[in-house]
């Protein structure tokens, strides 16, 4: 794949780069190296007044950044302004908690003088990030590595370079030390090297279950630490006590965030049959009244998807389902045109045979499924080889104990929508990954977590 800026909209390639030779790879290489001893030893202080100081320039830039992630990817601008923001937030929240989080952890139990735990870097960490959020997903792994004192390699999404680009200079001009925070413009067959490098030290991805596999059976073999963030399959469970209104309008939301290509979109709703009917009807209305155009408009509420082959994986998953015996409540068709959108798509009448009913769809298709109780609705649930995020709406105490105790996923939200926060863990479970992003678990992933007995 070409590292280009490629307008979804439009099919146009407004830009294309120069990948970095075997040389500046190296070159980059040894700087961050270099950058690793040294920075380790600076103090939280001078670190949060870094992190601070790049929050203050995205401020700055919000308006140029937003701009760039949705002329690479495609997201309607208003939510990359808001991306950008959160990037911003982000940044500030680990600079003022970092210092918190990492503190030594005292045992006074032992029979030693004294024994505690310390949380110490372990150097270059490198990142392999994906392109549907491609400040945010960045910044997650960034900003609590080098508050920590680690230093960072990413390795982009080839259809984002200029977001990329912009991020490496973000730190620069936030007053980072050379080689804390550098882009690397490759392609993925250069990262095997990368991994087995012995100065690089660790490494996390977020993107397909492919190529989680492929990064951790490397890092496995050289025995350094991987977290992985993969695909998700998020249910969006319905019962009849739920706020009938605001789950619609969640749930709509929910799945349509980014254009249906998240993670942690809600993807397949399972509906007590008790209220299904008129879940579907309310859904159906909602979605239909969404409007699908150019993204940089505000007026519209999606996009086209970031890529042409994302648009015909989804299309191929929706005729599947369509030849199976699904039926079509809105939607269900590409988009004639320039540019590469899907219509925003609800089916139900899902069954085991089809694609969709495992498969995650990445793009705005809901799939409705019907369950008799909440037993069952937990077993579609965890019918899935994916474990990342879980919705389910009922004010019902004694379901959500047992939506909570019972849903196989890293993260359970009751009558709200899967969301990423600074102060909450993030990540998943079976084939969605290992480790944690975000808050206490995220910030000690990279760390040399140094048991310490003194007599």
């Known amino acids: 794949m070409p590292i280009a800026t490629i307008n979804p909209a439009t099919g146009e390639t407004l830009e294309t780069f120069e ?31 870094l992190l601070n100081r790049a929050a203050d320039l995205i401020d700055e830039d919000v308006e140029e950044l937003s701009r760039t992630m949705t002329l690479e990817m495609g997201k309607p601008v208003a939510q990359a302004r808001a991306e950008a923001k959160k990037c911003a937030g982000g940044l500030r929240w680990f600079a003022e908690h970092a210092e918190g989080l990492l503190v030594d952890e005292e045992f006074p139990g032992t029979a030693a003088k004294r024994s505690f735990v310390t949380y110490q870097p372990i ?11 491609p400040m945010w997903q960045v910044i997650r792994f960034a900003a609590p590595a080098v508050m920590l004192g680690n230093v960072g390699l990413l390795k982009h999404a080839s259809n984002v370079p200029r977001t990329a680009l912009h991020l490496e200079d973000l730190f620069t001009r936030a007053g980072a030390p050379e080689g804390v925070f550098q882009t690397l413009l490759i392609g993925s067959g250069k990262v095997e090297a990368l991994l087995r490098d012995d100065r690089v030290k660790a490494a996390t991805l977020t993107g397909s279950e492919g190529a989680g596999r492929a990064v951790a059976s490397v890092a496995g073999s050289e025995i350094k630490k991987t977290v992985l963030e993969l695909g998700g399959s998020d249910p969006f469970i319905v019962m009849p006590s739920a706020d009938m209104e605001r789950a619609v309008e969640i749930g709509v ?66 005729e599947d389902a369509k030849a199976k015996g699904a039926r079509v409540l809105v939607g269900g068709a590409a988009i004639d045109g320039p540019g590469w959108y899907y219509s925003a798509t609800a089916l139900t ?85 290992y480790g944690r992003e975000l808050a206490g678990p995220g910030i000690r992933e990279f760390a040399n977590t140094k048991t310490v007995w003194v007599d």
């Open 253 to 318: 939301r929910a799945r349509m965030q980014n254009n249906g290509q998240s993670c942690i979109c809600a993807k397949r709703f399972i509906l007590h049959e008790g209220i299904a009917e008129e879940y579907e009807e309310r859904y159906a209305s909602a979605m239909a009244k969404l409007a699908t155009g150019d993204p940089l408009d505000e007026s519209n509420d999606l996009g086209p998807l970031a890529t042409a082959s994302g648009r015909d994986e989804v299309a191929e998953q929706v």
């Open 349 to 433: 009448g899902i069954t085991p045979e089809m694609r969709v009913y495992r498969d995650e769809v990445f793009g705005p298709v809901t799939t409705f499924f019907h369950a008799a109780d909440i037993d069952e609705a937990i077993a579609i649930a965890n019918d899935s080889p994916f474990g990342l995020g879980s919705n389910a709406w009922t004010r019902d105490e004694s379901e959500q104990k047992k939506l909570i105790a019972e849903l196989e996923a890293g993260m359970v939200f009751i009558n709200w929508m899967v969301t990423s926060y600074y102060d909450l863990p993030f990540g998943g479970v079976k084939r969605s990954g």
């Open 123 to 133: 150097g270059t960490v490198l990142a392999v990030m994906p392109w549907n959020f």
């Open 19 to 49: 990948p970095h030779d075997d040389a500046e790879v190296e070159r980059r290489l040894a700087l961050a190296d270099a950058a690793a001893k040294t920075f380790r030893h600076t103090s939280f202080a001078e670190r949060a007044s």
